[in-house]
């Protein structure tokens, strides 16, 4: 139990202080330039869906994480977050690199094109259900007091009252909890077993680990598909599914908006990697 508590906070620490610094980064940049970033990149949805999907596919959490502070400060459309969720692998993106670099290079370009695709499919569906997600924070406004440089105002209002009471307590909160149940289960439930025992099962089990929002699960799939044991679209269904560590602070930001792309991520999994499937790839 000991170990599975240090664990949990390891990761909170870790998720957080990289959420922290990359929104100081993302608002400060904003900031500074009086908007222009964010209008370059916000003019145009393929650019969008072309960003977020490259820092997706770029291996580790870092990338997918940007993406999560890029969209809760307005920077990009719920479907251009959603090419990147799909895009990434997380750090599962290392081992898949050191193991078949090939290979890995073929899947990542491969999410990334559908990434680019699916993103763009889903804002013209949500656009068409009439869904409006929860599109750039209301705490994040450019003030007088910043065209004058005026950096007591910046720490106070940006850093101190938006950032950190705002939002790092609550995504260390839900990280601290999410990682910590998942550790729980994961410890008295061995995937591996589980996996191994339901050989026919596996495609659905690919997906259904794809959902939990943290990195290390999803290395079973890795291991498998480099062990021949299971074929490339059971690993593409997963990849498809899984985003790393990167869905906590969306789900501390909004948890409708993390289950509906968790949702359509599923969805695009059972679609493509099941066709994939049922050609015996």
Not at 18 to 43: P, T
Not at 180 to 188: N, T
Request: charged content about 10%; proline content about 2%.
């Amino acid at each position: 139990m000991t170990h599975i508590i240090l664990e949990s906070i390891e990761t909170t620490l870790e998720v957080t202080l990289v959420i922290f610094f990359l929104m100081v980064a993302v608002d400060f940049l904003d900031v500074y330039f009086r908007g222009h970033i964010k209008n370059y990149i916000e003019a145009s949805r393929f650019r969008q869906y072309v960003v977020a999907s490259f820092l997706g596919v770029t291996p580790g959490c870092a990338g997918a994480y940007l993406n999560v502070t890029m969209y809760m400060h307005g920077f990009m459309s719920m479907g251009a977050l959603t090419a990147g969720m799909i895009a990434t692998t997380g750090d599962e993106a290392f081992v898949m690199m050191a193991e078949a670099p090939v290979r890995a290079l073929l899947l990542f370009g491969g999410l990334f094109i559908a990434g680019l695709l699916l993103g763009t499919f889903f804002d013209r569906l949500q656009h068409r259900l009439g869904y409006q997600g929860c599109h750039n924070c209301e705490l994040h406004t450019i003030h007088i007091q910043d065209h004058r440089h005026d950096w007591v105002h910046y720490f106070r209002v940006h850093i101190w009252k938006h950032i950190l009471l705002h939002h790092v307590l609550r995504i260390a909160a839900w990280t601290l909890a999410s990682v910590f149940l998942i550790k729980m289960g994961l410890f008295y439930f061995s995937l591996d077993a589980l996996v191994h025992d339901h050989p026919a099962l596996v495609f659905l089990f690919a997906i259904l680990i794809g959902l939990l929002p943290i990195s290390g699960p999803h290395l079973l799939f890795v291991s498998m598909f480099s062990g021949g044991i299971i074929p490339a679209s059971v690993l593409i269904a997963n990849s498809i599914v899984q985003d790393g560590h990167a869905m906590l602070p969306l789900m501390s930001y909004s948890l409708r908006d993390a289950v509906i792309i968790k949702g359509f991520k599923v969805l695009a999994a059972v679609v493509i990697a099941g066709l994939l499937y049922s050609f015996g790839l």
